[in-house]
């Protein structure tokens, strides 16, 4: 027997014959002698319209009130689903976030889970009861009702998974596993039997939108494996686990790639010190994450600094950099939003040399100019224009023999 988390998004439990296809599969892994906790995101498309709902309610809604509003999307799925199990006559039970004991802070719309009394979900499954847990909701020590953010129901399984040290947490989604590239853009992109969590932290964070970051950060810290799977298949899907010696040894696993990025260069900044963080800190204060940055030295001690930020920010950004422009004296504020990221990453670039080397030369072969380049253990991203995003990603996926 093994105790199994399982946890279905919105396309999952899209409506009530896709929640009835959830049910089956509960039930069948129930009859197989596991113990089984579900966790159950909205109906596709329900928290964007209570979104809409509360905006027409309010210019600027309660983020207090808003959440209270948007735990209705989760309340709804695990009602229904412990309705349909109970009428195929299996034991179950529905929990909201707070009655499953998920505590969090006080930020609401965006909550960081604090920790997990089990006790609750225990006693029913000591009692061999399927339960049915509301994903991306909890409660702070004051009680209010919180939520997690986009995708935190991802996090919610992980971190449940975690609190009952589950054999394993199986996320069923719209796709069947994690790939070495995005399918629709290169169709030579394979299936990973296998992926390590700091690859998936790494491709998750270079645009890849499997799944959550948040969710792989708990697994990885609390050592959870992660089965990632499609809800509409019976076929295996991709393993998210430690980074283990059978895993195949590619210098690059996957290459990624993300649109979601803008530019920003101020002009003949002063090169002197405390001028960086005058450049940064109203963005910091502001809650925008710089990603790429550059500075390039001119003569008479003036410097260019260049750096990146989502496009969901850029205008903001924009009005805070002007601002600063004028205050340091910089000449001006260039912008660009026609760029994108890719990125290449592989727990085997750290025992392998020349992986830079090779991905800016098969770039140069196709005539795609690097304009920004940042680094980590295991990743390298370069900036480029956005019309050969998808170029790139084919080149780069080919060029490391991941075509094969």
């Known amino acids: 027997m093994s105790l199994i988390v399982q946890k279905f998004g919105g396309t999952s439990v899209g409506d009530i014959e896709r929640i009835r296809n959830v049910a089956m599969r509960v039930s069948k892994t129930f009859d197989e002698k596991n113990d089984v906790v579900v966790v159950l995101s909205a109906m596709s498309g329900v928290t964007d319209s209570l979104i809409k709902m509360a905006e027409q309610?309010?210019?600027?809604?309660?983020?207090?009130?808003?959440?209270?509003?948007?735990?209705?999307g989760e309340q709804t799925?695990?009602?229904?689903?412990?309705?349909?199990?109970k009428g195929m006559n299996y034991p179950a039970v529905s929990l909201l976030g707070h009655q499953a004991k998920i505590l969090t802070n006080s930020d609401f719309g965006n909550a960081r889970i604090g920790g997990i009394n089990a006790d609750n979900i225990r006693k029913?499954?000591?009692?061999?009861?399927?339960?049915?847990?509301?994903?991306?909701?909890?409660?702070?020590?004051?009680g209010n009702l919180t939520t997690l953010g986009r995708g935190g129901s991802d996090t919610t399984a992980v971190a449940v998974a975690a609190a009952l040290k589950a054999?394993?947490?199986?996320?069923?989604?719209?796709?069947?596993g994690i790939y070495t590239a995005d399918p629709n853009v290169c169709k030579k992109a394979r299936k990973l039997d296998k992926i390590s969590y700091d690859e998936m932290l790494e491709m998750s964070s270079l645009g890849a939108k499997v799944l959550q970051i948040r969710s792989v950060e708990f697994a990885k810290k609390y050592d959870v494996p992660i089965h990632l799977r499609s809800s509409f298949s019976l076929e295996e899907g991709t393993m998210v686990v430690n980074e283990y010696s059978d895993m195949e040894r590619l210098v690059v696993s996957g290459v990624t790639h993300s649109k979601n990025e803008a530019r920003i260069t101020l002009k003949k900044v002063v090169d002197q010190p405390g001028i960086a963080a005058k450049i940064f800190t109203p963005i910091a204060d502001a809650g925008i994450l710089v990603d790429m940055i550059?500075?390039?030295?001119?003569?008479?001690?003036?410097?260019?600094?260049?750096?990146?930020?989502?496009?969901?920010?850029?205008?903001?950004?924009?009005e805070i950099e002007t601002k600063v422009a004028g205050e340091i004296g910089a000449e001006a504020v260039l912008v660009d939003e026609n760029v994108a990221k890719v990125s290449v990453a592989g727990v085997g670039m750290k025992n392998h040399?020349?992986?830079?080397?090779?991905?800016?030369?098969?770039?140069?072969?196709?005539?795609?100019?690097?304009?920004l380049i940042s680094t980590s253990e295991i990743r390298i991203s370069c900036l480029i224009e956005e019309k050969y995003a998808e170029l790139a990603v084919r080149v780069l996926h080919a060029e490391f023999g991941l075509d094969k």
């Not at 009130?65 to 948007?70: G, I």
């Not at 799925?77 to 199990?85: E, F, G, K, S």
């Not at 029913?124 to 004051?142: C, E, H, K, P, T």
């Not at 008479?300 to 903001?316: A, I």
């Open 57 to 72: 309610a309010a210019y600027s809604p309660d983020k207090r009130e808003l959440d209270v509003l948007l735990n209705t």
């Open 294 to 318: 550059i500075q390039n030295t001119r003569a008479e001690g003036l410097t260019d600094l260049t750096f990146t930020v989502p496009k969901s920010d850029f205008k903001k950004a924009v």
């Open 167 to 176: 054999d394993i947490c199986e996320i069923y989604t719209d796709v069947d």
């Open 77 to 85: 799925t695990v009602a229904i689903l412990a309705m349909m199990l």
């Open 124 to 142: 029913y499954l000591d009692q061999r009861i399927i339960v049915v847990i509301a994903g991306f909701q909890g409660m702070d020590s004051n």
């Open 353 to 371: 040399s020349g992986v830079a080397a090779r991905m800016f030369s098969a770039l140069a072969r196709d005539n795609i100019n690097v304009l």
